[in-house]
């Protein structure tokens, strides 16, 4: 069987979450850097393995699998165990929403080729850009504490008491507020479920910093 390759980039997100799902399933995988800053992620090379030019790119079972969510749902129907999901179709709905909050709502319009596009196109400064980031942090995470402080599903984790795709999308973008000094005292049900996350070798060995090509 050949290697597994993730290629990505220290600091994306996708890749981070990607990251961790390999590394709950126990999945031994190789990595391979394309630095996004320098546009690395337009090399022929790579537009070979995705033509869109993101990372995540993920080599396994002899497939070249793109979009995080899309390769973490091919991890989870392949190898299921352990499950990354519930099994009742309303705990999977619940779960997928939390991982779709950040991961669809906060996270398109707040990535570097977006935050690069508005430094370029409209002349926003670096504060303005980080209100940008701000601003669309807050309409996710407002909501998003409050429904994960007021629910029964939530357990020790977004969902129970075992980690799930929500937590998955959830600890990237903590880690990202982070970068842009965002106060997590104001969500402090997001914050309680990100300790328990990092407490586990399979996000912690997940984290930007701890990746070879961090700089």
């Known amino acids: ?35 996004l800053r320098k546009g690395e992620q337009r090399a022929p090379d790579f537009l070979k393995l995705n033509p869109q030019g993101l990372v995540p790119a993920l080599e396994i079972d002899g497939e070249v699998l793109t979009q995080s969510l899309a390769i973490i749902e091919y991890l989870e129907e392949t190898r299921p165990e352990p499950a990354l999901l519930p099994k009742d179709p309303a705990g999977r709905a ?55 402080a007021t629910d029964k599903a939530t357990g020790k984790f977004s969902h129970g008491d075992t980690p799930s795709l929500a937590d998955i999308c959830l600890v990237p973008q903590v880690v990202n507020n982070m970068r842009f000094d965002i106060d997590m005292g104001a969500y402090p049900t997001i914050s309680r479920i990100y300790a328990a996350c990092m407490d586990l070798p399979a996000f912690a060995d997940a984290a930007p910093m701890k990746q070879p090509d961090a700089e």
Do not use: C
């Not at 909050?101 to 707040?110: D, G, K, Q, R, T």
């Open 1 to 35: 069987m050949s290697k597994t390759l993730l290629h990505g980039y220290f600091r994306s997100s996708a890749a981070f979450r990607v990251r961790i799902a390999l590394n709950l399933k126990k999945i031994a995988y190789d990595q391979a850097f394309r630095h």
């Open 94 to 148: 619940r779960v997928r929403a939390l991982a779709y909050a950040h991961s669809i709502e906060i996270h398109p319009i707040n990535n570097l080729r977006v935050l690069q596009d508005i430094e370029k196109r409209f002349g926003a400064d670096q504060k303005a850009v980080a209100e940008w980031f701000r601003h669309w942090v807050k309409e996710t995470f407002v909501p998003i504490e409050h429904k994960l």
